[in-house]
């Protein structure tokens, strides 16, 4: 049996074929452009493939409340010809098949717990720290939908003492995305992230911002693993700096030993590495089969 997944990220729209026990057997990549010009490929890239369901993570915000008029679509975006698109509809009107859809973060979350990281646990909230930051949680065995979805990218930071930037969030200014995400760190310091050595400034500051943020997630949502990923994660000493700056602001009170004791292996990179996505699509579009052929049977 195979199952399609596509990764629909802000750049790239990611389609792959795997099977349920979680091994991708093909892949395609395709930049996101205009929806007239990408979805025709992604719907040609799964004819003939024979999938039995296909699992969508995509780039947000998106619309996930059952039985709604628009659920399925995506809502507010600046990327030309993707604001209310209906993705899935364009979709189910090409394949009569089972679909999984949420959002990237999410899709990540619950790959990473069936397959990563964070396999066999109950909970789980991942982070990409990327061109913006993004929050996915998975909580009891699902993933946290509601109102919207969860947008923790945009919570309000406080401020480091030696930070005098702006921030770059077009909504709030200095939330955690306007002055942690990629592109902040960059304006900040007027070169490349990649470029900037290893014991720049830079990195205790966004250990500072990021760490706030992951304080707040432990404590409002009491997660069993906390998973980083994104373009800036690939700054191998930020875990550590991150991993401490929580210690030190929990400062005692929180007695779990994967806190105390454990601490390198709570809050943890992506047990699937960059493909965390894509696994994740793929595991939403197992569950969205396995859901249907219980219903099948009632
Ligand atoms: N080696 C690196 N070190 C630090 N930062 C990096 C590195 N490589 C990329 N980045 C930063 O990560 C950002 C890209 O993030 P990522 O690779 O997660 O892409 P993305 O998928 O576009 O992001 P998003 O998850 O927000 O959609 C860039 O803005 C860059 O600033
Ligand atoms: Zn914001």
Redesign the pocket.
């Known amino acids: 049996m195979r199952i399609g997944a596509i990764e629909a ?3 790239k729209m990611v389609c792959g074929i795997g099977t349920p026990e979680g091994k991708i057997v093909d892949r395609i990549s395709f930049p996101t452009e205009h929806p007239d010009i990408t979805m025709p490929k992604v719907i040609a890239y799964f004819k003939d493939t024979k999938v039995e369901a296909i699992g969508i993570g995509t ?1 947000g915000p998106i619309n996930l409340k059952a039985g709604d008029r628009r659920y399925g679509s995506i809502t507010t975006t600046p990327k030309p010809g993707w604001a209310h698109y209906p993705f899935l509809d364009q979709l189910r009107s090409q394949y009569d098949i089972p679909f999984g859809w949420d959002t ?1 973060v999410n899709a990540a979350a619950y790959g990473e717990s069936v397959w990563g990281a964070a396999k066999g646990l109950q909970s789980c909230m991942y982070y ?7 929050v996915g949680i998975y909580s009891g065995g699902e993933l946290v939908h509601g109102l919207v979805h969860p947008e923790g990218g945009h919570i309000p930071v406080r401020r480091h003492l030696a930070d005098p930037y702006p921030g770059r969030c077009p909504y709030h200014q200095d939330c955690l995305e306007g002055m942690a ?3 902040a ?2 304006d900040r310091w007027g070169q ?3 470029d ?1 050595p290893m014991d720049h400034p830079a990195w205790a500051i966004e250990a500072y911002y990021i760490a706030q943020a992951v304080t707040i997630a432990i404590l409002m949502n009491s997660p069993e693993k906390v998973i980083l ?4 994660m ?2 191998r000493q930020l875990l550590p700096l991150i991993q401490d700056e929580v210690k030190r602001s929990l400062n005692g009170y929180l007695q779990a030993e994967e806190i105390t004791k454990r601490m390198e292996a709570y809050i943890v990179t992506p047990g699937l590495g960059q493909e965390a996505g894509l696994y994740g699509a793929l595991a939403l579009g197992l569950k969205a089969w396995e859901e249907s052929r219980r219903n099948a049977s009632i």
């Open positions: 990220g802000g750049t780039f990237d990409t720290i990327g061109t913006g930051i993004g995400a990629g592109p760190v960059e490349k992230a990649g900037l990923g994104g373009g800036v690939q700054q």
